[in-house]
C-alpha cells in the first residue's frame, strides 16, 4: 500500500476503551500508513474510565468526552474538529452516535453489522442521506489483497459465468456457555437485545459481505437454519444458509462459534464454468486458480501479476488482519481528503444488506428453512 499524501486526518472514537478488543483494532489500523490522528474521544459511559482511557491514549482531557452528543456537537464547533469518528461500540450502540455525528457533518466510520435491529438501520439510512457525511463500514476483509484480486479476476472474467459461491467462516470460542461466566465479549454478543443476533451478525455478515464483494453478484433469495447448542444461549451460534443469486447462481453459507478446533477459519471457494478459486483467512497470502483442463496455480500476495497497490512488504512477508482493517482506514482518508468515490469500500449499502441477511435468515429459519426474497 503506498500512497502520495500524508495529511493525517483527526479521528475520535466512540467505544474502545479500556479492556476493548475492538478499538484498538481500530486504532492501529488508522494509524498504520499514518493517515489518521486520534485527537478526541467518548471512550465509555463511566466518565472515570473514559477519562483514563483517554489518558493512556495521550488525548487531552478537553476532547475526552463523557457521550458521544456532547463530543459530536463540541467537535463540531471547534476549528480544529475531528475529521471523521470511529464507531466501536456493541452492535445496539451503532445508531446513536452514527446518527449524531451525521448530523454533524462529521464523517463516520462504523464497526460492522449496521445496527441491532431493521428500525435502527433505517435510522442511519436516513441520517446518511440527509448528511453532507459520508459513512463507511468497517468489512475489514475487503481490504486483503487477494480477495481484491479475486473481484478483479471475476470481474475481468477469468472464472467464467459464476455458478457456485460457498463461504464458510468458523470459530470455537462459544462452545461452552462462557458469557455465563461473566465473559465480557461472549456477555454483549448473546444478549439479543444488545447484539441482534448471534454467529450471522457476528461471523455470519462477514461471510456474506466478502460471497457479494468478491463475486460481485446480488442475492436474490435464501433458506436458512439456525441452531443455538450452547444451554441456555437466546441467540444462534450455528447456521447453515442456502443462497439463489442472479443470474442463476448458487451459494451457501456456514457460520459457526462452536466448532471445536476452528480458531477463525473464514473460507471462501468460488467456481465458474471457466475455472475456480479458493482463498482461506489463516494463510490469507495465497490463492489458488484453476482453469477448467489446466493445472492449479497458488497465487501470492504481492507476487507476480498480483497488483501492488494493495499490499505494504514484499512477498513473502505476511499481511492480514490488522493491515485489511488499515486498507480501508487509508482508502477512507483518500476519499475524505479527494471527495471521491472507491467501489471497493463497503459503505451504507454494504450496511443494508448485512442487515438485510441477519433479518431474512432469522425469518427463514422460524418459518422452517422457507424461502426469503429481497
Known amino acids: 500500500m503506498t500512497t502520495d499524501r500524508r495529511t493525517r486526518l483527526r479521528l475520535g472514537m466512540v467505544g474502545g476503551g479500556q479492556g476493548a478488543f ?20 467518548a471512550l465509555s459511559s463511566d466518565p472515570e474510565r473514559a477519562m483514563a482511557s483517554a489518558a493512556e491514549l495521550g488525548i487531552a482531557a478537553d476532547r475526552s468526552y463523557a457521550s458521544y452528543d456532547e463530543m459530536a456537537r463540541a467537535e463540531a464547533g471547534r476549528d480544529d474538529g475531528i475529521d471523521a469518528v470511529a464507531i466501536v461500540t456493541p452492535n445496539h450502540l451503532h445508531a ?3 446518527i449524531a455525528f451525521l448530523n454533524a457533518g462529521i464523517h463516520v466510520i462504523c464497526d460492522k453489522p449496521l445496527a441491532a435491529s431493521a428500525a435502527e438501520a433505517e435510522a442511519i439510512r436516513q441520517a446518511a442521506e440527509a448528511s453532507s457525511a459520508r459513512f463507511f463500514l468497517t468489512h475489514n476483509y475487503t481490504g486483503y489483497p487477494l480477495l481484491r484480486q479475486a473481484r478483479a479476476m471475476i470481474a ?21 456457555p462462557i458469557e455465563q461466566d461473566g465473559h465480557k ?3 454483549w454478543r448473546t444478549d439479543p437485545s444488545q447484539s441482534g443476533a448471534g454467529a450471522i451478525g457476528d461471523i455470519g455478515t462477514h461471510a456474506f459481505n466478502i460471497a457479494c464483494f468478491v463475486s460481485g453478484l446480488t442475492p436474490e433469495a ?29 451459494g451457501m453459507i456456514w457460520a459457526s462459534q462452536i466448532a471445536v478446533g476452528c480458531e477463525n477459519s473464514l473460507r471462501l471457494r468460488i467456481f465458474g464454468d471457466k475455472g475456480g478459486l479458493e482463498w482461506g483467512h489463516e494463510d490469507p497470502n495465497q490463492m489458488s486458480f484453476t482453469r477448467f483442463g ?20 514484499p512477498p ?9 482493517f488499515a486498507t480501508l482506514y487509508t482508502d477512507i482518508a483518500e476519499v475524505i481528503e479527494n471527495r471521491t468515490d472507491n467501489p471497493l469500500l463497503p459503505g451504507l449499502q454494504a450496511g443494508l444488506d448485512g442487515m438485510w441477511f441477519i433479518s431474512a435468515a432469522q425469518a427463514s429459519s422460524a418459518d422452517g428453512g422457507s424461502w426469503v426474497t429481497r
Open 316 to 324: 513473502g512477508h505476511p499481511e492480514g488482519y490488522l493491515e485489511g
Open 156 to 176: 475481468r472474467g477469468d472464472l467464467g459465468r459464476i455458478r457456485l459461491v460457498q463461504v464458510e467462516y468458523a470459530q470455537d470460542w462459544l462452545t461452552d
Open 96 to 98: 446513536g452516535p452514527s
Open 22 to 41: 475492538i478499538g484498538a483494532v481500530h486504532r492501529i489500523a488508522a494509524r498504520m500508513d499514518d493517515r489518521f490522528e486520534l485527537v478526541a474521544g
Open 294 to 313: 489446466e493445472p492449479k496455480q497458488i497465487l501470492t500476495r504481492g507476487g507476480a501479476g498480483i497488483g501492488p497497490d494493495w499490499t505494504r512488504v
Open 185 to 187: 465479549q461472549a456477555a
Open 222 to 250: 435464501l433458506s436458512a437454519e439456525l441452531h443455538s447448542f450452547g444451554p441456555g444461549r437466546r441467540v444462534d451460534d450455528n447456521a447453515h444458509i442456502l443462497l439463489r443469486y442472479d443470474g442463476g447462481a448458487r
